[in-house]
């Protein structure tokens, strides 16, 4: 596998490399990367051979989309540009979800961001449980009818909800979503129970992100070795902390997936990338880095070929399906998340 190999996303005929540039850490709000250096991430991976970028409205409020939008003066047309819509913008909660009313605000704010006519694919980037389905659907339909997003797609939806949406779209005469983003790493695999088969089942793009799993994979978590610096650490309190109870069967993976690595002369990066890369449902993987050094890191990973050994000794440490922790998945649905639901 190399980044010239161009993969088919989905049963949309396009083709994009098989990594994603993401851009979760570009922007000087909360995320760690400045303007500058974010665009000259950017151009590095544009220039190394990636052809798709990720995005997002929420992502440090706006400020990655415009950094994007910057980066890709004149090479908008040799790229793959995708964004996201649900998250709230600003302080008004009105300004969020997946409504007809949010959906055809956000577009607006992401087109003038991007500078840019057209969204390639734009994703629903979690569910909205207060929205109906059939008027998010119908509110992309329209916005492709009128030439402001070529495709979209959902991110992290259950499976029912993914069949759901093919469903609800296609006996209503409309177009139906043709992509899905969800979390999948060496440490997050429950995707591969259910999600993986649905999306070929209907032939959908997968855009997989976390590879390294909020940096559990970056060969700084091992046991024996004190509690790895991490912003991540304090915005999602518990999901990184190596003392607590949950984690440890996770630390114990982590650092067993690490000698694996090891013995075969790859690093951890290496392996995990590797590994996402290779599950026949994933079109590409979405790569978060922080710096042009981490960046390059990810690119080296992009010719890694895992032989089935190494396949079998990753599945004898983390069984195929396996998820440590419920938030891993990316959200928690809300009958597990509140106990009124639960109980009459």
């Given at each position: ?31 760690p ?22 995005t ?16 890709l003066?004149g ?9 996201k ?194 599950h ?39 069984a ?15 009958h ?9």
């Open positions: 596998m190399s980044l010239s190999e161009l993969r088919t996303l989905g049963r949309t005929g396009a083709l994009i490399s098989p990594l994603t540039l993401g851009t979760l850490n570009l922007g000087t709000g909360s995320a990367t400045g303007a500058e250096e974010s665009i000259r991430i950017v151009h590095a991976a544009l220039d190394a051979g990636i052809t798709s970028v990720d997002a409205d929420i992502y440090s409020q706006g400020e990655a989309e415009a950094i994007v939008g910057r980066a003066h090479r908008r047309d040799d790229v793959f540009l995708s964004t819509f649900h998250g709230q913008m600003g302080p008004n909660p009105a300004h969020a979800g997946n409504s007809r009313r949010w959906i055809m605000k956000a577009v607006e704010g992401s087109l003038h961001r991007l500078q840019t006519d057209r969204i390639d694919l734009y994703q629903a980037h979690r569910p909205d449980y207060n929205t109906d389905v059939l008027e998010t659907i119908t509110a992309l339909n329209d916005l492709i009818r009128q030439g402001k997003i070529l495709y979209y797609g959902t991110s992290v939806f259950t499976p029912s909800q993914l069949v759901e949406a093919q469903w609800i779209a296609t006996t209503n005469h409309l177009i139906p979503p043709v992509v899905d983003q969800v979390p999948y790493s060496l440490l997050v695999r429950a995707n591969e129970r259910d999600v993986f088969a649905i999306t070929q089942q209907y032939n959908l793009g997968v855009l997989s992100y976390g590879p390294l799993d909020g940096g559990w994979l970056s060969g700084n978590y091992r046991v024996g070795v004190p509690q790895p610096a991490s912003s991540r650490a304090s915005a999602v309190p518990g999901r990184f902390d190596v003392s607590a109870p949950c984690n440890r069967n996770k630390l114990l993976a982590a650092d067993a997936l690490a000698r694996v690595a090891e013995r075969h002369g790859l690093t951890l990066i290496q392996l995990a990338v590797g590994f996402a890369l290779n026949p449902a994933v079109s590409s993987v979405v790569i978060g880095p922080r710096t042009e050094d981490h960046l390059v890191d990810y690119l080296k990973a992009a010719d890694v070929v895992l032989n089935e050994a190494v396949l079998n000794a990753i599945d004898d440490i983390v195929p399906g396996t998820n440590f922790l419920e938030r891993d998945a990316g959200t928690v649905v809300p597990l998340e509140y106990a009124e639901l639960r109980r009459r």
